[in-house]
């Protein structure tokens, strides 16, 4: 029975064997084009991805507002006149979503949702003997916040709990007010004045939140901010955060809310990621262009060195097929070992990077993780970039009059 | 009683007004072949020769289905093999035909029994123990019992031309081709392989068809045919092997 490729692999592999230095160097050129496309894929997914995380560790996907105040003309235009106006934009007062309960189950209940919480937030000052700060009131359900923000995961002291009276504060407004745990504060909004008792203390990753945020219960906050059994806003959480405007797209086409997505609200670190994401396609496309070429030079070389041979296969009955597939095979050979030999230095790339770049604290910038999914997708392509660059040598071999050949 | 003369053995090549034309429409075009008739019976041992230019190797490649004839008619076995396409003329090739060329011609990454056994690899895609016993036995009548894990650029000449003959022969062709076989050997190694030649014909009777310039040797053969211009100016019986 014939053996499946044997013929085309016994001689792609003696082929590549005989022309030793120039396979040596396109294999270690292919190795290095892979290591750059998977060491580049993982660094900027790993930075990309500890962007994204620390950015929505302390803020929910998608924000539900009641909707701004807007200032409504006094009577409608009539058609053939002109009216002159000069229209100043109302100042935005502290307004509770209306139904903000039903709207929350709603919401709850909506596909690719993952969690809901309510939250009334205002500003006020915080005291402690001689010391006030300006912070940001928050007033939340604590289960239900923790969902959003895993807010017991960032405790730093005390333990997370929100009873009547007590408060959560960030670290660096504990520090400037210069209490801890088991301390009390007063908070003021202007017309009422509390005393909450601080049960823990947070670090919610970035240094501005740490210095103004107070948690309160709900409740409490209703209170202080003079907005009894209201909601300011109620977050939300998604089961994948890209999909994070299309379901606020679909909310406020359904609600008469404000939905702000977590892409509205940092645009900017949108903007920069998308950058980079075009970035490093380029420059894997770029690298995995050099690769094909580098490939299929060295396969050309080898046709125009190996004529005779060839003419002497096709002389003694090798069809035009088998020595396409010879070539072809060749690039196969050469683009699987070199994304081998490449994954290999990617993964001793990553192990260097994590191993001896560190932050100012002495701990890793960031996790980086080599997929087993990007490793099998880094080999695959390489492996069909070999092919691909085969294609044009092989069909030259392929098409080589064997009589001619023979004769050179 | 009378009884009947038993049948002459139908040819194995029979070429009927073959000509071969280069650059047809142009130029420089030139006729090479002009109306070749040649039968090759099986088991003969034929020597063509002839001049620089006279067509030799044009024919030889003609014979071997290596080159299309321009008009005429190839007869291969009794098949007209004139207007069969590449994918059937080299199937073709591999069964019937045996090349020995005059630079030898193996191939430098495989040692000589891998050389021998590349017609079982083409054909298989593998070498079973039974293609590499015949493949041992081959080269151990043409005298390298010792030699057949060495690579071509360790022989000699001499020694790559007999590894060239038992490629030739050992998926046991009806007809070997010979294009100047020992055109690149000093005498005695083109007298060494020129008897291997005549060994191996004797003992098998496979057809042999030899591209020579050394009348010494087509003197050797069974049938010597002369080509001038294209154009067959003798045909006659050699001496054979004692000559």
Same mark, same amino acid.
């Given at each position: ?213 107070? %948690? *309160?219960?709900?409740?409490? $906050? +209703? /209170? ?6 209201? !909601?300011?806003? &109620?977050? #939300?959480? @998604? ?29 900017? %670190? *949108?903007?920069?990621?998308? $950058? +980079? /994401? ?6 894997? !496309?770029?690298? &995995?262009? #050099?690769? @094909? ?36 095979? +060749? ?78 | ?243």
């Amino acid at each position: 029975m014939a053996t499946l490729l044997g013929f085309e692999r016994q001689v792609a592999i003696r082929f590549l064997r005989e022309g030793r230095m120039q396979s040596v160097l396109i294999i270690v050129g292919v190795a290095a084009g892979v290591a750059v496309v998977t060491y580049i894929t993982a660094l900027i997914g790993g930075l990309q991805r500890n962007t994204l995380e620390e950015t929505l560790g302390a803020q929910a996907h998608l924000t539900l507002y009641a909707p701004d105040d807007v200032v409504r003309p006094a009577a409608p235009r009539v058609d053939g006149t002109t009216t002159l106006a000069a229209t100043q934009a109302r100042a935005q007062r502290l307004q509770s979503i209306a139904n903000w309960g039903p709207l929350m189950d709603a919401v709850q209940a909506w596909p690719g949702v993952a969690a809901v919480s309510p939250m009334v937030t205002g500003a006020a000052l915080a005291q402690r003997g001689e010391a006030s700060r300006a912070i940001a009131l928050a007033g939340v359900d604590l289960d239900r916040y923790d969902r959003i923000v895993q807010l017991r995961s960032k405790v730093v002291a005390g333990t997370a709990r929100l009873a009547p009276g007590d408060a959560i504060l960030g670290q660096e407004l504990a520090s400037d007010l210069g209490v801890q745990v088991g301390d009390r504060i007063a908070v003021s909004t202007g017309p009422v004045t509390d005393t909450v008792l601080v049960t823990a203390l947070v670090d919610l990753g970035i240094r501005d939140l740490n210095r103004r945020t107070v %948690l *309160v219960p709900l409740r409490a $906050a +209703q /209170s202080l901010l003079g907005l009894p059994g209201g !909601a300011t806003r &109620l977050d #939300v959480t @998604v089961d994948d955060v890209w999909q994070a405007q299309a379901i606020a797209q679909s909310l406020r086409a359904r609600h008469p809310v404000k939905v702000e997505s977590w892409q509205e609200a940092n645009a900017q %670190l *949108v903007s920069a990621l998308n $950058a +980079q /994401s075009v970035s490093t396609g380029v420059i894997r !496309a770029v690298v &995995l262009v #050099v690769v @094909v070429l580098g490939i299929a030079s060295v396969l050309v070389v080898s046709v125009v060195q190996k004529q005779r041979e060839i003419g002497i296969l096709r002389a003694m009955g090798a069809t035009r097929g088998q020595v396409l597939r010879v070539f072809l095979l +060749q690039g196969a050979i050469v683009g699987a070992v070199g994304s081998a030999l490449g994954v290999l230095l990617a993964a001793v790339l990553v192990w260097a990077f994590t191993a001896f770049v560190r932050g100012s604290d002495g701990a890793p910038l960031f996790p980086i993780t080599l997929e087993p999914a990007l490793l099998l997708q880094a080999a695959a392509l390489a492996t069909v970039c070999g092919v691909l660059a085969a294609i044009a040598p092989a069909r030259r071999a392929a098409a080589l009059d064997p009589a001619q050949a023979i004769r050179l | 009683m009378t009884g009947t003369a038993p049948a002459a053995p139908a040819p194995l090549v029979e070429l009927a007004d073959v000509h071969k034309r280069y650059n047809v429409g142009r130029p420089n075009e030139a006729e090479v072949l002009r109306g070749i008739d040649l039968a090759v019976g099986p088991g003969e041992f034929l020597a063509l020769i002839g001049p620089s230019g006279s067509g030799k190797s044009t024919l030889l490649n003609i014979l071997g289905l290596l080159e299309p004839l321009t008009s005429g008619r190839y007869r291969l076995q009794g098949e007209d093999v004139s207007t069969l396409d590449d994918a059937a003329l080299t199937l073709r090739r591999r069964a019937t035909l045996g090349f020995v060329f005059q630079f030898h011609h193996l191939l430098p990454a495989f040692t000589a029994e891998e050389n021998v056994t590349l017609p079982a690899l083409l054909r298989d895609g593998r070498v079973g123990a039974a293609d590499r016993a015949r493949a041992r036995e081959l080269l151990a009548a043409v005298g390298l019992a010792q030699a057949m894990h060495k690579r071509p650029g360790e022989l000699s000449g001499g020694m790559q031309q007999r590894v060239a003959i038992a490629r030739a022969l050992v998926h046991d062709p009806p007809l070997v081709l010979a294009d100047e076989p020992t055109g690149n050997l000093d005498r005695a190694s083109s007298d060494e392989a020129f008897a291997l030649l005549r060994r191996m014909h004797d003992e098998r009777r496979t057809s042999f068809v030899v591209v020579t310039h050394d009348p010494r040797l087509a003197a050797r053969c069974d049938r010597v045919v002369e080509l001038v211009d294209g154009r067959v100016v003798r045909d006659e019986a050699g001496s054979g092997p004692a000559g």
